[in-house]
């Protein structure tokens, strides 16, 4: 692992954010032009600074100033998406696989470990992987085995079993409980002694992806018979919302209050769901690629989505309708990310560069 500081923004870079100004008056910054793409980006609460993943590298970027901070290096495996610790002073990245995940202090611009979720003693790939909100624990899912690990000292924790299906995991926020789900199954765990508190049978179904809401009460399936499942933990109530096809679904996001949920998918296509209503709230169409990520504005009623076709779009997803196109990145648009107050957008793409938009200037 190597770790370099780098405290001066050259002027080359200065320039080009300028050049970028003049014709899009929402680009703020354009943080650099790197030989190598960047695959996933986070954004401090605050807005202050953009963590980056490309290959071998995070780097640590002012957003104000374009300065890049810090790149810390490691030589293990590349860095994909990334998650941010809810103090902002560790970043989590995970690899495509979900075979790795990296553990970095970004304050200090260190490396604190790097845990190897894939260890050969699971039987089948991981399937998902989770981050308490804390940063403290590191939950990871294999197809007949849950496992959970020190985010600092890299060390295996708990093994529990599990069904053997596919399975997506969560933590609640409060960041006591793991919810483990299959496709004919949910298990609820105790993060800190690994004791299994409750196993719920529920009707199979087929997903790509599954989201809960914040107050850990409900979970949000994308089925493969075109069918949002909404299902209540503890009740069994569920709520079924169908829809026409819309490819697979690459991305799922809900809107602060949990009322509506979006999903992104690989027709370019964005779906959105009243969840109180069951019902289809409208179909956002406009990209002509594949939907790489979805960000909700928690101040604003806007939706930012990030896709292939080298853009970004701004959406109303109250009036159903589209804000705005960003446009300054030449290849696939890899991840977005927006700050608390929804001052801040920071894009990442595979064309090497990372843009800081501000949504507000439009």
Known sequence: MRIISDFHAQSWLRQLGAIFNKTNKALLLSLGEYKKAFFGVGLTSDGKYAISSTNNEVCVWNTKTGIREKIIRESNYYPERIVLSMDNKIAFTISSNNDY????????????????????????????????????????????????????????????????????????????????????????????TGVRLRSITIKEQSFYNSVITPDSKRIIFACFDNIIRVLEIYSLNETVIATEYLGHITSMALDRDSRLAVCGSTKGLIKIFNLQLASVVCTLEGHNGEISALSINSDKPWLISASHDCTLKIWDIEKGAKVSTLKGHTDIVTDVSVSADGQKVVSSSRDGTLIVWNPLNL
């Open 101 to 192: 995940v990296g553990v970095w202090d970004i304050v200090n611009g260190i490396s604190l470990c790097t845990v190897h979720v894939s260890a050969d003693y699971y039987h089948g790939e991981v399937n998902s992987v989770a981050i308490s909100p804390d940063g403290n624990r590191i939950v990871s899912v294999a197809y007949d085995r849950v496992k959970i690990w020190d985010a600092r000292t890299a060390k295996e924790l708990f093994s529990m079993e599990n069904e053997s299906d596919y399975c997506n995991v969560h933590i609640t926020a409060d960041g006591s409980r793991i919810i483990a789900v299959t496709r004919r199954s949910i298990t609820i765990w105790d993060i800190e």
